[in-house]
């Protein structure tokens, strides 16, 4: 009995009854780094070549990412045997697959957004400069305009009749659930990256491109 006393003596003297709790709790031996925030402007950006290597990056993954897409949406539209082509899920598949692949191969380069939105959302939250978010945005733009350019080069009359493969609000619905629905269906793709790209989370450059995917294909599918 004594001996036991004295080990509760021991712990007693060991660990106080006062433990810190909530953030006071918490310590600087982290096992992840966060990253600085980004400054505002950063002009010297524009003197490095990997500034502009990663706004071609962009622009090209836009390119491929609506050349496909539009293609594949393009193939299902004009084909009146719907049964005979990819249908819905075979779109919701090359959304899917073509983001995983550009995001798996532009990240280490651009971060591989792909997306304005994405892009936006970071700069907001610090993680880019505007010099880098104007730019990734001006490039995105142009890699969209250019991947549809070549749709409609390649295949005028079916881009003109099916509108180039653009989305229509679906009958039985209004302007505002499909403005909604894509309010929603954006937030989700930002939210995804955010938790994808968090520094407490292990293996981040895997989980990039497999969420975007999934979240993409999950999007385009519903």
Same mark, same amino acid.
């Given at each position: &009995?004594?001996?036991?006393?004295?080990?509760?003596?021991?712990?007693?003297?060991? !660990? /106080?009854?006062?433990?810190?709790?909530?953030?006071?709790?918490?310590?600087?031996?982290?096992?992840?780094?966060?990253?600085?925030?980004?400054?505002?402007?950063?002009?010297?950006?524009?003197?490095?070549?990997?500034?502009?290597?990663?706004?071609?990056?962009? !622009?090209?993954?836009?390119?491929?990412?609506?050349?496909?897409?539009?293609?594949?949406?393009?193939?299902? *539209?004009?084909?009146?045997?719907?049964?005979?082509?990819? =249908?819905?899920?075979?779109?919701?598949?090359?959304? =899917?697959? &073509?983001? !995983?692949?550009?995001?798996?191969?532009?990240?280490?380069? *651009?971060? =591989?957004?792909?997306?304005?939105?994405?892009?936006?959302?970071?700069?907001?939250?610090?993680?880019?400069?505007?010099?880098?978010?104007?730019?990734?945005?001006? &490039?995105?733009?142009?890699?969209?305009?250019?991947?549809?350019?070549?749709?409609?080069?390649?295949?005028?009359?079916?881009?003109? &009749?099916?509108?180039?493969?653009?989305?229509?609000?679906?009958?039985?619905?209004?302007?505002? /659930?499909?403005?909604?629905?894509?309010?929603?269906?954006?937030?989700?793709?930002?939210?995804?990256?955010?938790?994808?790209?968090?520094?407490?989370?292990?293996?981040?450059? /895997?989980?990039?491109?497999? *969420?975007?995917?999934?979240?993409?294909?999950?999007?385009?599918?519903?």
């Amino acid at each position: &009995m004594e001996g036991k006393e004295e080990d509760v003596k021991l712990g007693a003297n060991k !660990f /106080s009854e006062r433990q810190p709790i909530g953030t006071s709790a918490q310590t600087d031996d982290k096992d992840y780094k966060e990253p600085p925030p980004a400054p505002f402007f950063e002009p010297g950006e524009l003197k490095s070549w990997s500034f502009y290597r990663a706004g071609i990056a962009e !622009f090209f993954a836009t390119f491929l990412f609506l050349y496909i897409t539009i293609l594949t949406v393009m193939g299902y *539209s004009q084909t009146k045997n719907k049964c005979a082509t990819v =249908g819905i899920q075979g779109i919701a598949w090359s959304f =899917g697959g &073509m983001i !995983f692949a550009l995001v798996y191969c532009t990240a280490g380069i *651009s971060g =591989g957004h792909i997306n304005p939105a994405v892009t936006f959302g970071l700069f907001l939250a610090r993680k880019l400069s505007l010099t880098r978010a104007v730019f990734y945005i001006i &490039m995105q733009c142009l890699g969209a305009i250019c991947g549809a350019g070549v749709v409609k080069g390649f295949q005028p009359k079916p881009y003109e &009749m099916l509108g180039g493969g653009a989305n229509v609000v679906a009958p039985g619905y209004t302007k505002g /659930s499909g403005l909604g629905a894509e309010i929603i269906g954006t937030f989700v793709l930002v939210y995804t990256v955010f938790s994808a790209t968090d520094a407490k989370r292990n293996a981040r450059d /895997s989980h990039v491109p497999v *969420s975007k995917f999934l979240d993409v294909l999950l999007s385009s599918h519903y």
